[in-house]
């Protein structure tokens, strides 16, 4: 196997953990009700697939970080949920994924230097926190989801596609509308889930009302074209 394929297999495997988590939050635990898990098992399948693609296609350092990200909480997921059949094979795929991950295959494959296109780390964090948020409510709210969460829920995914496409109003959903419903959906969650659900959104927020964001939607304007040279003759040449 090349240099080149083992990245990719890497990232294949990543993406699989994901997928794998999922179901077993959805077949294996008992702790999480069906909608609380449903959100959790989103979560998985996302950044799973985010993680993947931004190794494989995007050679981001941030793919890395996401997978170690998948990997933690479904370290978690077993810890808490315990250990059924799918959640065993989710381990051992998480174990090849993880060596791979902090192994030696990815220090040429990934970038080193930020690209010169991108988002920028502010916007894109952004973005991570808003999907970030789908399954933070359900972890938040094990017992069941409310309306106020499949409320965050749909301001956090529909204010992120928003500001992706590049619309402003994305931008003030996340900073105004997010936290409106996200305290909304505190204040019905019980403790400790509401403190935790709080901390994520007014995570999301900081990073909403920084200048960065802003920057995406709303580009600074361009500089002033520079004063053409003088062709004619000088003062001292009327003189």
């Given at each position: 196997?090349?240099?080149?394929?083992?990245?990719?297999?890497?990232?294949?495997?990543?993406?699989?953990?994901?997928?794998?988590?999922?179901?077993?939050?959805?077949?294996?635990?008992?702790?999480?009700?069906?909608?609380?898990?449903a959100f959790v098992a989103v979560g998985f399948i996302v950044f799973g697939i985010l993680?993947?693609?931004?190794?494989?296609?995007?050679?981001?350092?941030?793919?890395r970080l996401i997978g170690?990200?998948?990997?933690?909480?479904?370290a978690g997921v077993a810890v808490v949920g315990g250990f059924g059949p799918v959640t065993v094979l989710a381990l051992t795929v998480t174990f090849v994924a993880t060596v791979g991950l902090a192994g030696p295959w990815l220090r040429i494959w990934l970038r080193?230097?930020?690209?010169?296109?991108?988002?920028?780390?502010?916007?894109?964090?952004?973005?991570?926190?808003?999907?970030?948020l789908v399954p933070l409510a359900g972890a938040a709210?094990?017992?069941?989801?409310?309306?106020?969460?499949?409320?965050?829920?749909?301001?956090?995914?529909?204010?992120?596609l928003a500001y992706l496409r590049g619309w402003v109003a994305g931008l003030w959903a996340a900073r105004l509308v997010v936290p409106a419903v996200g305290?909304?959906?505190?204040?019905?969650?019980?403790?400790?889930?509401?403190?935790?659900?709080?901390?994520?959104v007014a995570v999301v927020t900081s990073l909403a009302w920084r200048r960065e964001p802003m920057r995406m939607v709303i580009p600074a304007p361009p500089a002033p074209a520079p004063r053409p040279p003088r062709t004619g003759p000088g003062p001292e040449a009327v003189r």
């Amino acid at each position: 196997m090349s240099r080149h394929e083992i990245p990719l297999l890497i990232a294949t495997v990543v993406g699989i953990t994901g997928i794998v988590w999922a179901a077993a939050v959805l077949f294996d635990s008992d702790v999480l009700a069906p909608s609380s898990g449903a959100f959790v098992a989103v979560g998985f399948i996302v950044f799973g697939i985010l993680a993947s693609v931004g190794i494989a296609l995007i050679h981001a350092p941030w793919g890395r970080l996401i997978g170690f990200g998948v990997a933690g909480a479904g370290a978690g997921v077993a810890v808490v949920g315990g250990f059924g059949p799918v959640t065993v094979l989710a381990l051992t795929v998480t174990f090849v994924a993880t060596v791979g991950l902090a192994g030696p295959w990815l220090r040429i494959w990934l970038r080193r230097r930020p690209s010169a296109v991108g988002p920028g780390p502010v916007p894109f964090a952004l973005l991570v926190g808003l999907v970030g948020l789908v399954p933070l409510a359900g972890a938040a709210a094990p017992a069941g989801l409310g309306p106020a969460h499949f409320g965050l829920a749909a301001a956090a995914v529909a204010s992120g596609l928003a500001y992706l496409r590049g619309w402003v109003a994305g931008l003030w959903a996340a900073r105004l509308v997010v936290p409106a419903v996200g305290l909304w959906a505190a204040v019905v969650t019980p403790m400790p889930g509401a403190v935790v659900l709080l901390a994520g959104v007014a995570v999301v927020t900081s990073l909403a009302w920084r200048r960065e964001p802003m920057r995406m939607v709303i580009p600074a304007p361009p500089a002033p074209a520079p004063r053409p040279p003088r062709t004619g003759p000088g003062p001292e040449a009327v003189r």
